[in-house]
C-alpha cells in the first residue's frame, strides 16, 4: 500500500516543545504554498495512494476555502485514489463549524484535535492558544459536523504537570468519547524553547504517567497499538500502521519525508526554500538515501517494534542482528510470540533503548547480508 502525507506548516503560534516545520505568522504564504503542493505531487512518480494524512503544523490554519483547495488539488494530482481513510489535524483555535463542515464535504473520515493537556493552568505555560472548553466546544462541533472518527493528542511529562492534573486531563477527553487518542511522553528537542529553558524529563515520573494513562485508556476500551496510539475496535489509523510497516509513502511539503523504491527522501525544512525548489520545477530534497545494509535491515525492526503487536521479523533481521536480540531479551525488553517479535510491558517503557540497537551507529562490524 502506498500512503499520501501532506505538509502544512503554519500555526498561530509555536508551542515551547514543538521541533516540527512549524511557523508562525506565515500564512500569508498559504496559498502559494497549496500550489507549490500539487507542482511537488507531479515531481514524484506517478501512484495511486490509498490513504491521506494531511499533518502539520496545523492544517486548520488554512482558511475553508484553501482547505478546499488543497482537496481539489490533491484529487487533480492523484486522480485515480479513493482514499480508504482520509485524516486532517486541527487545533481549537482556528477550528469554526465552516471548516468542519468542509472537511466533512472533502470526505475526512479522521480529525484529530490537539489539546495536549486539559489544565488551564498549563495550556499557556507550553505555549498553547486556547482553553480546554475551546477544545470540547470544537470536539462536539466536529461530531455535529458528522466527521465519522475523532482522535486526541495529549502529552505527559510537561514540566509543571502532575499526576493529579493528567489524570484529569484522561477524564475530561474519556468524557468526549474520542474514538483514538495519541499520547506522547515530553521529548526535549533541540531548537526548542524548553531546551534553551533547561527543561529536563523526569523518566521516573513519566513513566507513572505512562502506566496511568495505559490504564485509563484501556479501561475506556481504547487498545494500545502503537507506543504512542489508543484506538476503539476498527479505528486504528490505516495510513500510520503502513508507515511502521515499512510500507511506501510519499511526503508533499516543507521537512516532508517520502519513502519508494527503496529510497528514503526529507524534503527542505524551510518554507522559502522549498517554495524556490518546487516554483524551479525541481526536487524539493534535503536527503535523498538509498536504504541499504544493516541500516535498511534493522529499520525492520525499531519501526515494527512500535506495534504493540509487534511484527514477523525476516531472516535476514534474525541473522543479522542475532546477538542484539538475545541482549535485549536477557534484559527483558522484548520476547518473540507465535513468531512475532514485540516489545514487552517493561520494553514499553525503555523502547528508546530497544531501538538504539537497529540504528547506526552500530557498536559492531558490519554483518555480510
Ligand atoms: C506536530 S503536532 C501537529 C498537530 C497540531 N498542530 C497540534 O499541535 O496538536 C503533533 C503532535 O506531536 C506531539 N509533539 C510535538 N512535539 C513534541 C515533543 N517535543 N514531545 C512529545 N510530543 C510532541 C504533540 O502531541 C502534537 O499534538
Ligand atoms: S505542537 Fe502543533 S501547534 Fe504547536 S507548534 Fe507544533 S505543530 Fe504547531
Known sequence: MTGLYAHIPFCSVKCFY????????????????????????????AATPATLYVGGGTPSELTAPQISDLFARLRRAYPASRF???????????????KLAVLAKEGVTRLSIGLQTADDALLPAIG???????????FKAAR??????????????????????????????????????SLYGLQVEDRTLFAKRGVEEDSDLGREMF?????????????????????KPGHR???????????????LGCSAASFYGGRRRANEERIPKYLEA??????????????????????????????TEGFVPSDALKSAFAGEWAVLKARGLVEENGGRWRLTTDGIFLANDAFQEFVPPFDREEAPV
Open 84 to 98: 480508504v481513510e482520509s485524516t486532517f489535524e486541527g487545533n481549537p483555535e482556528s477550528l469554526d463549524e465552516e
Open 144 to 181: 455535529r459536523a458528522g466527521i465519522p472518527a475523532l482522535s486526541v493528542d495529549l502529552m505527559f511529562g510537561l514540566p509543571g504537570q502532575t499526576v493529579a492534573s493528567l489524570r484529569a486531563t484522561l477524564e475530561f477527553v474519556l468524557a468526549l468519547a474520542p474514538e483514538h487518542v
Open 237 to 251: 489509523s490505516a495510513h500510520n500502521i503502513n508507515y511502521w510497516m515499512r510500507g511506501e509513502y510519499v511526503g
Open 18 to 45: 514543538c521541533d516540527f516545520a512549524a511557523y508562525s505568522g506565515q500564512s500569508k504564504l498559504a496559498d502559494r504554498y497549496l500550489a507549490a503542493l500539487e507542482a511537488e505531487a507531479l515531481l514524484h512518480p
Open 278 to 307: 518546487v516554483e524551479a520545477g525541481k526536487p524539493p530534497l534535503a536527503e535523498n538515501e538509498e536504504m541499504k545494509g544493516r541500516e535498511a535491515i534493522g529499520e525492520e525492526a525499531f519501526l515494527g517494534l512500535r506495534l
Open 128 to 138: 498553547r492558544r486556547h482553553t480546554a472548553a475551546e477544545f470540547s466546544d470544537m
Open 211 to 231: 502506566e496511568l494513562s495505559m490504564r485509563a485508556l484501556a479501561a475506556a476500551g481504547l487498545e494500545q497499538y502503537e507506543i504512542s496510539n489508543y484506538a
